[in-house]
């Protein structure tokens, strides 16, 4: 199953994701509240059925999860630590696992640095400023658990 990143469900998801009203929505696109809820719905199941075969296929055993939100915690069993599966309406569909990274000589760097900075402006959550992507995820996600 994957998310579609450019439908008119998934746009109603991010918006409601980012604190707009179903109401709110509704009106932007014209439309009944009842349409809107349907959707998002739709949307919200998609979304947890996605995040729980992400987490099947890399076998993290689920601690908690949230679809309004699009994040899954848990514990991946091959590399023993924690893990967040959670979507991006950039990035998409992401895994990440806790790790001590060797970011320096990391060519992912950049990568990095650009989906964690990005999926934290889509959560509107304020970071410290920093060029290490390991501390800028452990900031990011002990905000994201706080939200889930």
Not at 32 to 51: C, F, G, N, P, Y
Not at 105 to 131: G, P, S, V
């Amino acid at each position: 199953m994957f998310i579609p990143l450019n439908d008119r469900q998934f746009e109603f998801w991010r918006l409601r994701r980012s604190g707009i009203l179903s109401i709110d929505i509704a009106r932007l696109f014209n439309i009944s509240k009842q349409a809107v809820s349907k959707a998002l719905l739709t949307m919200d199941e998609r979304i947890e059925k996605t995040l729980l075969e992400m987490a099947r296929a890399n076998q993290i055993e689920i601690e908690k999860i949230n679809m309004e939100r699009g994040i899954l915690f848990g514990h991946s069993v091959p590399f023993n630590a924690s893990a967040i599966i959670f979507v991006s309406a950039k990035h998409g569909m992401q895994v990440w696992y806790e790790h001590e990274g060797n970011c320096g000589t990391c060519t992912r760097y950049a990568q990095c640095i650009e989906l964690l900075w990005d999926f934290a402006d889509e959560m509107k959550l304020k970071l410290e400023k920093t060029d290490d992507p390991t501390k800028l995820a452990e900031e990011l996600f002990e905000k994201l658990k706080g939200l889930a």
